[in-house]
């Protein structure tokens, strides 16, 4: 089992920079890969960004949409999933989502085991 506990949402005006972060607690942060979801009322669960381990490397994916504006990184030691959001436009707005899975993960929300309970982010334009 995993358990995940997202932090850091909130307001801020379009132009602006949030920095999510999730911390896993259970088995070994490293085994899973981890990604970033987000969702509107109404809409379909949307990839944002993920990181996998192969071997001594890292990978990370992004969405179309933050290619360049956001940045996913983990921390080992602590257990620890952020992303980093820069340049945030309104359509940014959604709750996001912290999720896990053994393996190599994917864009599709349904290919994850793990969820946390999303924190909300609010982009004013």
């Known amino acids: 089992q995993v358990q995940l506990v997202e932090s850091g949402g909130g307001l801020v005006q379009a132009g602006g920079s949030l920095r999510l972060s999730c911390v896993a607690s259970?088995?070994?942060?490293?085994?899973?890969?981890m990604g970033w979801f987000r969702q509107n009322s109404g809409k379909e669960r949307e990839f944002v960004a993920s990181i996998r381990r192969a071997g001594a490397y890292y990978y990370a994916d992004y969405a179309d949409s933050v290619k360049g504006r956001f940045s996913i990184s983990g921390d080992n030691a602590k257990s620890t999933l952020s992303l980093q959001m820069n340049s945030l436009k309104p359509e940014d707005t959604a709750v996001y989502y912290c999720a896990a899975v053994l393996g190599s993960g994917s864009s599709l929300s349904t290919d994850w085991t793990y969820w946390g309970q999303g924190t909300q982010v609010t982009v004013s334009s």
């Open positions: 259970g088995r070994a942060f490293s085994s899973y890969a």
